[in-house]
């Protein structure tokens, strides 16, 4: 059984039998943060007895203070987060923020929780930005990016990815019915057992279930998976269908291959699919009548 998943993106895997996922458009909060604006400075200040505690349990909050550019917020809750990314305090850590943690309905235009990610392993800062965006494009839910600059007690830690949270505001923007659970994926499948990020506690009998609709025969599997996972509202656009025919099928790779060496010889696949998903919004790209992607 094969899985698509992009660059650490968490599974969403909500009740049996949830209502059909609706457009985002304005059900989205934070729009202002992700916009095409200056990249904002962050500032976290964390006084001494919080910071120690943090030394101590570094995935435990801590209240700090935080500046976006000239929005001064109190007893903002601050841990660090990653794991192979993870940095410690005194090196260039990530960090979750939550807003709304010590101070209740304290948001940040109108989110609640972000991540400030120190991109140790891409260099170039540009990978999640560009893999969420292919995943938006496609219609699948995906957390929105753009990067800041971020300081700690005045030491100035450089550029960050900045994230948006997926959690109940992130639920609720894409999805009409936002109960259910929330599971993070990260190096798993869903036959282990996965990270709870949100929803009730349970056995994760959901997972279990999810597992065994996957596993019906194909005749029988399109039937049993909407009943446990709402995502067919966002695969049967034309861009999620060339995903999974640009990844998986020896045709599409051919196709691929066509198009680099005509447009953009010596640079690799992953370079160029973002010039393929433009070809396909252009009409460049056609399905033959056999089903397969061609360039007219």
């Not at 601050?78 to 979750?96: E, I, N, Q």
């Not at 995502?231 to 691929?256: C, N, P, T, V």
């Amino acid at each position: 059984m094969r899985w698509l998943t992009n660059y650490q993106l968490a599974i969403l895997i909500l009740s049996a039998r949830l209502a059909a996922a609706a457009e985002p458009g304005n059900r989205l909060v934070g729009n202002e943060l992700f916009a095409d604006r200056p990249i904002p400075r962050i500032a976290i200040t964390i006084a001494e007895p919080e910071l120690q505690k943090l030394r101590v349990q570094n995935r435990n909050y801590v209240s700090a203070t935080v500046t976006v550019d000239d929005r001064v917020f109190k007893d903002v809750a601050v841990r660090l987060k990653g794991r192979g990314s993870f940095r410690p305090l005194d090196d260039k850590p990530s960090f979750a923020v939550k807003f709304d943690e010590f101070v209740p309905r304290q948001k940040l235009f109108g989110l609640s929780k972000i991540m400030l990610n120190n991109s140790s392993q891409d260099t170039s800062l540009l990978s999640e930005y560009l893999a969420t965006g292919l995943f938006r494009d496609a219609g699948v839910p995906a957390a929105r990016v753009t990067h800041a600059r971020v300081s700690l007690n005045g030491r100035p830690l450089g550029f960050y990815v900045l994230i948006d949270a997926m959690n109940k505001a992130f639920l609720k923007g894409h999805f009409k019915n936002a109960t259910g659970n929330l599971y993070e994926g990260y190096a798993k499948d869903i036959d282990q057992t996965l990270e709870h990020d949100g929803g009730p506690p349970g056995d994760q009998s959901d997972l279990r279930a999810l597992l065994a609709a996957a596993r019906l025969p194909e005749s029988e599997r399109a039937a049993g998976l909407p009943q446990h996972l709402n995502d067919q509202g966002h695969m049967d656009s034309g861009e999620a269908s060339l995903k999974f025919d640009l990844l998986e099928g020896i045709d599409s790779a051919e196709l691929i291959k066509r198009i680099r060496e005509k447009f953009w010889p010596g640079l690799t696949t992953g370079q160029v699919l973002p010039s393929i998903y433009g070809f396909l919004k252009m009409g460049r790209l056609k399905k033959d009548k056999k089903g397969r992607w061609t360039l007219p």
